[in-house]
């Protein structure tokens, strides 16, 4: 039986939330033209191009805000992101944080029972299994991030058709909120904090998680029971009321309008817009 009770590690920021997208061109210029993404000034990248990556796929990195993503896109059906999108549409594929210790703490995760997949040497990450996660897939790595603008490098940021202040959290639902809780402090020492309607939010580094489990009642999670995935991106705006027309000149519907939520007034786009991902907005 694992032991939850001691944290292997002490994370440091989020080292990218990861987006898996039909289309990985147009992916990188929708970020950049509605939400003022801007590409990592690596070699890869270079004139916009993006980095190519073995098992069938391709990968471009951007900040968004003060927050790494990765957008993954899939050149070959049969390989890992081209079948991951195929079981789940386009979606948060998984999420990663900076780490001290890399080997220590994976020499930890084995110690305790964990099984440990995707090792990367010259990568420098490596994945602990979903299982010992509810579902969510979670990454650690000792790699740092050129022009990290929380390092204090400036970051010129695009002015994107939907302003955007900040990342707040991104939604995963799991089956067993206290359980998800227990395993996010194991492994990257989350701290809880309740919240309203039987959510709970995990901070771990400067990533925040919002646990969820899947609604029998026709609520937004109504049809989920089951699933182990990541749900959403919250992103925090500086004015939420010009955010309709914001989302209307960019050709994206709103789907929804939450007035009562756990953060009060929220909006969700309809992913329609937004190449099938789900995005909620909150005021900041």
């Not at 594929?93 to 020499?107: F, H, K, R, V, Y």
């Not at 996010?184 to 990533?207: K, P």
């Amino acid at each position: 039986m694992i032991d939850l009770s001691a944290p292997v590690c002490e994370p440091g920021n989020c080292h990218r939330i990861a987006f898996a997208v039909r289309d990985l061109p147009a992916a990188v210029r929708w970020f950049e033209d509605v939400l003022g993404a801007v590409m990592l000034p690596i070699p890869q990248q270079a004139g916009g191009a993006v980095e190519a990556e073995a098992d069938g796929g391709q990968i471009a990195v951007m900040w968004l805000q003060s927050v790494p993503i990765v957008l993954l896109g899939s050149t070959q059906p049969d390989g890992i992101i081209g079948r991951y999108l195929a079981a789940n549409g386009p979606s948060v594929q998984s999420l990663a944080w900076e780490i001290p210790d890399m080997w220590g703490t994976e020499n930890l995760l084995r110690a305790n029972g964990m099984k440990i997949v995707g090792t990367d040497i010259e990568g420098r990450h490596f994945f602990v299994h979903p299982k010992h996660t509810e579902g969510m897939l979670l990454e650690y790595t000792d790699d740092v991030l050129p022009g990290d603008p929380r390092r204090g490098n400036g970051v010129a940021a695009l002015v994107g058709s939907v302003a955007i202040a900040s990342v707040q959290r991104v939604t995963t639902v799991v089956p067993d909120i206290d359980a998800a809780v227990a395993a996010l402090r194991y492994t990257f020492n989350g701290v809880a904090a309740a919240t309203a309607d039987e959510a709970v939010d995990v901070v771990i580094g400067d990533l925040t998680v919002r646990l969820v489990t899947a609604a029998t009642d026709g609520g937004r999670f109504a049809g989920l029971a089951g699933s182990t995935r990541f749900h959403s991106v919250t992103l925090a705006v500086p004015d939420l009321a010009a955010l309709p027309a914001q989302l209307t000149a960019a050709g994206i519907g709103v789907a929804a309008s939450d007035t009562n939520g756990i953060d009060g007034q929220s909006l969700w786009a309809d992913p329609a817009g937004t190449l099938g991902l789900r995005f909620e907005f909150v005021a900041a």
